[in-house]
Protein backbone atom coordinates (compact mmCIF):
# COMPACT_ATOMS: atom_id res chain seq x y z
CA UNK A 1 0.00 0.00 0.00
CA UNK A 2 1.83 3.65 -0.58
CA UNK A 3 1.63 6.14 1.72
CA UNK A 4 -0.54 8.06 0.31
CA UNK A 5 -3.43 5.13 0.04
CA UNK A 6 -2.75 4.51 3.70
CA UNK A 7 -6.08 4.58 6.32
CA UNK A 8 -4.74 4.70 9.14
CA UNK A 9 -3.39 7.91 11.34
CA UNK A 10 -1.37 10.24 8.48
CA UNK A 11 2.00 11.40 9.74
CA UNK A 12 4.19 14.12 8.69
CA UNK A 13 7.64 14.21 9.79
CA UNK A 14 10.21 16.75 10.15
CA UNK A 15 13.51 17.06 10.97
CA UNK A 16 16.38 18.79 9.44
CA UNK A 17 18.94 15.49 10.09
CA UNK A 18 18.20 13.27 7.29
CA UNK A 19 19.45 10.21 9.04
CA UNK A 20 17.34 10.70 12.00
CA UNK A 21 14.17 11.68 9.83
CA UNK A 22 14.81 8.47 8.15
CA UNK A 23 15.12 6.02 10.72
CA UNK A 24 12.00 7.80 12.36
CA UNK A 25 10.36 7.56 8.73
CA UNK A 26 11.02 3.55 9.34
CA UNK A 27 10.09 3.42 13.07
CA UNK A 28 6.43 4.63 11.72
CA UNK A 29 6.40 3.16 9.17
CA UNK A 30 6.44 -0.06 10.93
CA UNK A 31 3.61 0.43 12.99
CA UNK A 32 0.06 -0.89 11.45
CA UNK A 33 -2.02 2.14 12.59
CA UNK A 34 0.58 4.84 11.42
CA UNK A 35 1.89 5.65 7.91
CA UNK A 36 4.24 8.58 6.97
CA UNK A 37 2.78 11.10 4.08
CA UNK A 38 5.27 13.24 4.12
CA UNK A 39 8.70 14.35 5.38
CA UNK A 40 10.15 17.85 5.68
CA UNK A 41 13.53 18.98 6.53
CA UNK A 42 13.08 22.47 7.81
CA UNK A 43 9.97 24.23 9.02
CA UNK A 44 8.99 26.04 6.10
CA UNK A 45 8.36 22.54 4.35
CA UNK A 46 6.57 21.32 7.27
CA UNK A 47 4.20 24.19 6.75
CA UNK A 48 4.12 23.73 3.25
CA UNK A 49 3.19 20.08 3.24
CA UNK A 50 0.96 20.16 5.99
CA UNK A 51 -1.38 22.33 3.65
CA UNK A 52 -0.86 20.37 1.00
CA UNK A 53 -1.19 16.61 2.75
CA UNK A 54 -3.45 17.48 5.67
CA UNK A 55 -2.12 14.84 7.78
CA UNK A 56 -3.66 13.66 11.08
CA UNK A 57 0.05 14.32 13.17
CA UNK A 58 2.61 16.29 13.03
CA UNK A 59 5.84 15.47 14.35
CA UNK A 60 8.59 18.41 14.26
CA UNK A 61 12.37 18.98 15.57
CA UNK A 62 12.26 22.13 17.64
CA UNK A 63 15.73 23.78 16.39
CA UNK A 64 14.61 23.51 12.28
CA UNK A 65 15.98 25.67 9.79
CA UNK A 66 14.00 28.39 8.07
CA UNK A 67 11.16 28.31 10.39
CA UNK A 68 11.78 26.93 13.85
CA UNK A 69 9.88 24.51 15.61
CA UNK A 70 8.19 26.36 17.96
CA UNK A 71 6.93 28.87 15.17
CA UNK A 72 5.66 26.21 12.74
CA UNK A 73 3.48 24.89 15.43
CA UNK A 74 1.85 28.07 16.16
CA UNK A 75 1.22 27.95 12.75
CA UNK A 76 0.26 24.73 12.49
CA UNK A 77 -2.10 25.13 15.35
CA UNK A 78 -3.93 28.38 14.17
CA UNK A 79 -4.30 26.83 10.59
CA UNK A 80 -4.94 23.09 10.95
CA UNK A 81 -6.79 23.05 14.88
CA UNK A 82 -7.27 19.17 14.57
CA UNK A 83 -3.85 18.33 13.76
CA UNK A 84 -1.82 15.87 16.39
CA UNK A 85 1.24 18.24 17.47
CA UNK A 86 4.09 16.20 18.99
CA UNK A 87 7.45 18.42 19.07
CA UNK A 88 10.99 16.76 19.52
CA UNK A 89 13.60 17.96 21.02
CA UNK A 90 17.73 16.80 22.30
CA UNK A 91 16.75 19.86 24.36
CA UNK A 92 16.39 19.89 28.05
CA UNK A 93 15.28 23.11 28.55
CA UNK A 94 11.72 23.32 30.36
CA UNK A 95 11.33 26.79 29.29
CA UNK A 96 11.68 25.47 25.61
CA UNK A 97 9.37 23.02 26.30
CA UNK A 98 6.96 25.45 27.48
CA UNK A 99 6.73 27.91 24.88
CA UNK A 100 6.40 25.02 22.52
CA UNK A 101 3.23 23.61 24.34
CA UNK A 102 2.10 27.29 24.97
CA UNK A 103 2.21 27.65 20.79
CA UNK A 104 -0.45 24.56 20.48
CA UNK A 105 1.76 21.62 20.93
CA UNK A 106 -0.05 18.31 22.23
CA UNK A 107 2.78 16.80 23.65
CA UNK A 108 7.45 17.74 23.72
CA UNK A 109 9.31 14.10 23.77
CA UNK A 110 12.97 14.24 24.23
CA UNK A 111 14.45 12.42 21.07
CA UNK A 112 15.73 9.61 23.72
CA UNK A 113 12.50 8.99 24.82
CA UNK A 114 10.95 7.97 21.04
CA UNK A 115 10.98 4.40 20.59
CA UNK A 116 9.18 4.15 24.11
CA UNK A 117 7.09 6.75 23.63
CA UNK A 118 6.06 8.48 20.54
CA UNK A 119 4.43 5.41 18.73
CA UNK A 120 1.89 5.33 22.06
CA UNK A 121 1.20 8.72 22.04
CA UNK A 122 0.47 9.10 17.98
CA UNK A 123 -2.15 6.07 18.38
CA UNK A 124 -3.83 7.13 21.56
CA UNK A 125 -3.86 10.65 20.12
CA UNK A 126 -5.17 9.22 16.69
CA UNK A 127 -8.22 7.59 18.10
Not at 56 to 78: E, K
Given at each position: MSVAEH???????????????????????????LGVVGL??????????????????????????????????????????????????GDEAPK????????????????????????????????
Amino acid sequence: MSVAEHQGIRVLLADDDPAFLEALRELIDRQPELGVVGLAENGLEAIEQADDLDPDAVVIDLHMPLVDGVTAVAHLRHHHPSLCLIALTGDEAPKLHDAVKEAGADGVLLKSELVDVLVDRLISRGR
